[in-house]
């Protein structure tokens, strides 16, 4: 799994202590924690000197009255420093990861607080050694900044959700205690610097929300669900909280909670190339991994399977899905998925009519296409065991499991429990209707995406996600880990064009903003969203998507400004995929190729047409060589993008 070297420091020099103050710098120095133990704890952190959260109250309360960090005395301090590589099962941004911090763990009586240090941010945890039965009340994560920051603020209306959210721009103190964001969220501090709050190791605990502060109208502090009592089931799929307890999680016996993760960057860049969220994560539980492949799928729930040109009716059928499955053949796509239909909506044991799974994955086997299945969560839960038998005796490959809409400690757990036990059928787990990714796909790797994303199924009754929307994603969403926001749109319009329509639907931006996702959009299992018959009438654009991989042995920001460009390029092999996006404003980027090895390399490029700014699905091709000593100037219509494969000569 990983090959490290480990050392253990226990130098004082590191560590400064005056009375009950404690400092601590990441490996480099660039980023210091300072945190001071007296009545409450609180911690500050500095970026090259410079505060950037000032000090911001820590704490745990118990139902029982103790509280975690209330006059607190240490009883030990360790420090230790560390440096490995990890080595992923299922990349995403690289083939191998440096894990590089100094963590300093504080002793107190029945518990522990680390902080962990890295060169691109910090985390801290607390740590319970408590026996037996107990109840946590609430959990006290500020966030103190030391003046009014811009933020992006993704707003929730309530905690029953699935996180799909746009990303408004408010100011810290506009946000006030009665209103609240899910995260990762993004805080601007001014001079290029920029602030990510999120959460790793989320396990056996609820999901953190960020709400205002009655305190500081410049700090955002933490929200958790309540332990559910009672829930409503509406219709075939929602099953929604209608009563929390007045505490967030029930725990037994010593145990971890989450780290908080606070990533900062000086370069808009830096935010889309860190793994930060991934490094806190749990170890992989899963023994044999061999079986676990990342790939592209056929989708057919975006474009309503509305193929065209057949000699049969469209529709949730078995000949639909084989003409699928021939598709993806011919594209050498890995996976189709068949979304919803496919069973009878309350009950998951029973098949629609016109659906025969065993001869359409059978079907697919001939033709080395896997098939994942799509199921509600609550009729899966019903019937799991006996599910998870029958999924694993037709021959899936995995399970999208969709319309949780939560993260309440319960549904953490079912979660992890959908995760280990499609591990052991030997199934991949796609998490739809779901909270952003916090640690669980390290943990299990068979976990091979998330949405938590408003997506391009939105584009069916919205007019989000748009250009502007897109080019935020990859500096804020992305950064917790995989995201299958499902591109791949045929059909491409301008804003004066656009419309709504549920079973032909289409995309804001031009044709090469939708092909360039593929390269900047991260998501080991990645769709091809549009109809299989639009794509035949594409055969340039094919070209492109059926060689473009859905992970990556290295990855390179070449441009990047949060909600107006991006260019990313990423390396399969001794191959690079090259991507670039803008939002509404025509753009022109000159991209340095310094990080190609030497030699020649034939660069073949998709850019948007002379006419992309009046019809958006307007492209041209050309190929041309480079080398490492050349620049490449990039122009995208409004809305537009560009993209790019790089082979060795």
Known sequence: MKKFYFTVLMICAFLTLSAQEYTVESPSGRIKVKVSVEKAI?????????????????????????????????????????????????????????????????????????????????AYRWISAKKGEYKVKNEISSFVFPADHNLWFPEEESMYTHQEREYLRETLSKIGTDRFASTG??????????????????????????????????????????????????????????????????????????WRAILISENDADLVLSELIYKLAPETKIDNTDWIKPGKVAWDWWNANNIYGVDFEAGVNTQTYKYYIDFASKYGLEYVILDEGWYVLSDIMKLEKNIDIKEIIDY???????????????????????????????????????FMQRDDQWMVNFYEKIAAECAGHKLL???????????????????????????????????????????????IRMVAGSMDFTPGAMINKNKNNFRMVFTEPMSLGTRCHQLAMYTIFESPLQMLADNPSNYYGEPECMEFLSAVPSVWDDTKVLEAKVSDYIAVARRSGESWFMGAMTDWNARTLTLNLDFLDDGTYTMKIWKDGINADKHASDFSQETIEVTRSSKVN????????????????
């Not at 000032?54 to 118990?62: D, F, G, H, K, R």
């Not at 056996?204 to 109208?217: A, N, V």
């Not at 997506?455 to 500096?475: A, M, R, Y």
């Open 429 to 475: 787990v796609d998490y739809h209707g779901a909270y952003k990714p916090s640690g669980l796909d390290r943990a299990y790797p068979n976990v091979i995406s998330y949405e938590g994303v408003k997506g391009l199924e939105n584009s069916k009754w919205s007019k989000i996600p748009d250009p502007e929307h897109n080019v935020t994603l990859p500096f």
């Open 185 to 258: 969220l993004l805080i601007d501090c001014g001079n290029g610097v920029k602030t990510y709050i999120s959460e790793s190791n989320l396990m056996d605990y609820p999901g953190m929300f960020l709400r205002g502060s009655d305190k500081d109208q410049n700090a955002l502090v933490g929200k958790y669900a309540g332990v559910v009592l009672e829930e409503e089931e509406i219709g075939d799929r929602d099953l929604k909280p209608t009563k929390y307890a007045d505490y967030i999680a029930e725990c037994n016996g010593p145990r971890e909670f989450p």
């Open 42 to 122: 609180t911690y500050s952190v500095f970026l090259n000197g410079t505060e950037i959260i000032v000090p911001s109250i820590i704490a745990m309360e118990l139902t029982d009255g103790t509280i975690f960090g209330k006059n607190a005395r240490v009883r030990k301090t360790t420090l230790i420093s560390s440096s490995k590589e990890l080595s992923p099962v299922v990349q995403r941004k690289y083939a191998k990861i440096k894990d590089e911090y100094t963590q300093l763990t504080f002793l107190f009586k029945g518990y522990s607080l680390q902080f962990r240090v890295y060169d691109e941010g910090i």
């Open 364 to 402: 697919g086997k001939e033709k080395n296409v896997g098939v994942i299945l799509w199921v509600a969560w609550k009729a899966f839960y019903d019937k799991m065991d006996e599910a998870l038998d029958q999924f694993q005796a037709w021959g899936a490959k995995g399970i999208k499991i969709d």
């Open 634 to 649: 990039v122009q995208m219509a409004p809305g537009g993008g560009w993209a790019a494969i790089l082979s060795k000569k």
